[in-house]
């Protein structure tokens, strides 16, 4: 009888564990803050109203009920949702005897640090390092006057600039003995490290446009085997580094070399609802470029040297009828790249 307590209390734990450890995660991907309406022109604009560094900080989302602010509402409603459940099972854990340090501590921030900590620590973001994908928006958001939206993943993707002309390094036994497992894609050679419900992937820039993602072998001076992408040689081509809360130092692409880039990369995607979340963070950071001069600038700088199919599809790609991306047309117009609206 005593080893079957046990266990049923060893489940009870494992299971209040995994749904305290998701809705952390949930927290992360979900906006927190509350909503400002303000009455101009007839019109009702939408803000969300969040504290940050002590200060309130006020970030426009969109017109009453349109899309984006339909969005940001369910993302709310899951942010609170996921505060709740947490506070369920804390108060469980505490009932079931679990050690108080467990209990509270949270489990992806602390990992997200100490990875951001060791890329630090090798100097790879001074060796063409840069966040990129879904936790590079995340920094825009936090730290650049981009709209908050839900995220759906918590996989980090790095981009590398190559050759690798640092300190040779073997970055992939560093994520091992930090307690990531090795995961080999036998399709192509390419390699993701995973922890948990976690995955980091290592990124470089692809010669040409095609559609396909590939991968070329072992890079030795670095130890990783990375996925070669088209286009990834706008976002290395233009860092910027930012202290981001909680995160410290990191790298990631001007706000203008990731607009253009996801512009490029939008249409080909196969899967719908990735083209889609494409598009919702193209428009949400054309809406803070059109707010910084320096950044319309930039976007026409970068754009100067682009390839001429490449201006194409961007252009194409902010007319698709399917993306609706009012903001993003504007931006375009004003870098001279394509007329507004």
Avoid at 169 to 190: C, F
Avoid at 211 to 231: L, M, T
Avoid at 244 to 270: E, M, N, T, W, Y
Wanted: charged letters at 25%; hydrophobic letters at 40%.
């Amino acid at each position: 009888m005593t080893l079957v307590i046990k266990g049923i209390l060893a489940e009870s734990r494992e299971y209040y564990r995994k749904m305290k450890r998701e809705n952390v995660g949930r927290l992360l991907i979900n906006p927190s803050g509350s909503f400002y309406q303000k009455e101009e022109g007839g019109n009702t604009f939408v803000y969300m109203r969040r504290m940050e560094h002590g200060a309130r900080r006020h970030v426009y989302i969109g017109k009453a009920n349109s899309i984006f602010v339909t969005r940001m509402e369910r993302g709310l409603a899951l942010h609170n949702k996921a505060l709740h459940a947490i506070r369920e099972a804390k108060r469980a854990m505490k009932e079931l005897g679990m050690a108080s340090q467990e209990i509270q501590t949270e489990d992806y921030f602390p990992i997200i640090r100490e990875l951001f900590q060791t890329m630090a620590d090798a100097g790879l973001w001074d060796e063409g390092l840069s966040l990129v994908g879904s936790w590079c928006f995340k920094v825009y958001q936090n730290s650049c006057g981009v709209a908050y939206f839900p995220e759906r993943t918590l996989d980090v993707d790095f981009a590398m600039r190559l050759p690798y002309t640092g300190k040779k390094i073997n970055l992939g036994e560093m994520l091992t003995s930090l307690g990531y497992e090795e995961v080999i894609n036998h399709s192509d050679g390419t390699v993701f490290y995973r922890s948990g419900e976690l995955s980091v992937e290592f990124l470089k820039d692809r010669v040409g446009d095609g559609r396909e993602r590939s991968g070329s072998g072992y890079e030795a001076d670095i130890g990783i085997a990375p996925v070669a992408v088209p286009y990834m040689r706008i976002l290395l081509s233009n860092p910027m580094e930012i202290k981001a809360r909680d995160l410290g130092r990191v790298v990631v692409p001007s706000i203008a070399a990731f607009f253009l880039h996801k512009l490029l990369v939008a249409r080909q995607r196969r899967q719908e609802d990735k083209r889609q979340k494409d598009y919702r963070q193209v428009e949400a950071v054309a809406k803070a470029i059109l707010a910084d001069p320096a950044r319309v600038a930039d976007v026409k700088r970068i754009a100067a040297g682009l390839h001429k199919k490449w201006l194409q599809k961007i252009v194409a790609a902010a007319g698709s009828d399917a993306a609706a991306l009012e903001a993003t047309g504007a931006v375009l117009g004003r870098a001279g790249i394509v007329a507004a609206g």
